[in-house]
């Protein structure tokens, strides 16, 4: 025969288990509060402690330098300086009172002097003052014409001639170059030379030049010198008084040795 019986556990509700592990957790979250308020409670305590340390080292500390003399103020040095400052701004002025007084001495010392040995002093002054006498530049040297300085011609005053007429020449030479040249002799190294073919006829320096002085020719400038052939045939002496035959003469002209292009001269009787 079996016997039922009854089970003492009774069945929690899910209502009453969600509302049980509510209050639990608020137990815990109390809890927790209660230990940061206990942790911050004696952190503070540390704090006070720390700030009296501090004020008693502090006050330590002054009274340590309580037997110390206050320090002297600005002005109080200033003024100090500003009397080491007269002091010897005055001294200076003594000091440079006295040069002064040794300057003026000395310059009046050195005036005399100079008044004394002032006649010696102008004279020197006077002797440099004078120039010395420059040398005189030299003359430049003009040297004599030359092929490349002169341009020669002759022409005569007719191409024909008649019985009674003397040929007239005119001899012209003109200075081309950029400078002046020399003709040396003048009228005597003017030139005039006749020819009948190879045969020598007449020359005017042989027997009809005058000795004169040279003569500078100007750059640029040109001389004419006219000349008169009388027919002689000086080429046997220039004291003959033969005369040529008529026929074609050629006549060339020179001057310093720069010789003329030869121009024909017909005689006619």
Request: charged share 20%; hydrophobic share 35%.
């Amino acid at each position: 025969m079996s016997v039922k019986v009854d089970s003492p556990v009774e069945e929690v509700s899910p209502e009453i288990y969600r509302r049980r592990r509510i209050v639990a957790l608020l137990v815990l979250v109390f809890i927790l509060l209660l230990i940061i308020g206990l942790i911050s409670l004696l952190a503070g305590r540390g704090k006070n402690t720390e700030s009296a340390s501090t004020a008693a080292s502090a006050s330590t500390s002054a009274a340590a330098f309580s037997d110390f003399s206050e320090r002297p103020s600005e002005s109080a040095s200033a003024s100090e300086s500003a009397k080491s400052d007269e002091s010897s701004a005055s001294e200076s002025a003594k000091a440079d009172d006295s040069s002064a007084s040794d300057e003026a001495s000395k310059k009046a010392e050195e005036e005399s002097d100079q008044e004394s040995a002032k006649p010696s002093d102008e004279a020197s002054e006077d002797a440099e003052a004078t120039p010395s006498a420059e040398p005189s530049e030299a003359p430049a040297v003009v040297a004599a014409c030359t092929a490349t300085d002169l341009q020669v011609s002759i022409t005569s005053d007719s191409p024909t001639y008649a019985a009674g007429q003397n040929p007239a020449l005119a001899v012209t030479y003109t200075n081309t170059s950029g400078n002046p040249c020399i003709v040396t002799g003048g009228a005597n190294n003017v030139d005039v030379n006749i020819t009948s073919g190879p045969a020598q006829v007449y020359n005017y320096a042989q027997c009809y030049a005058n000795p004169v002085a040279d003569a500078e020719v100007a750059a640029g400038a040109t001389n004419t010198t006219p000349l008169t052939w009388n027919r002689s045939l000086n080429v046997l002496g220039c004291n003959t008084t033969a005369t040529i035959q008529p026929g074609h003469y050629w006549a060339t002209a020179s001057v310093n040795g720069v010789a003329s292009q030869p121009i024909r001269i017909i005689v006619t009787g």
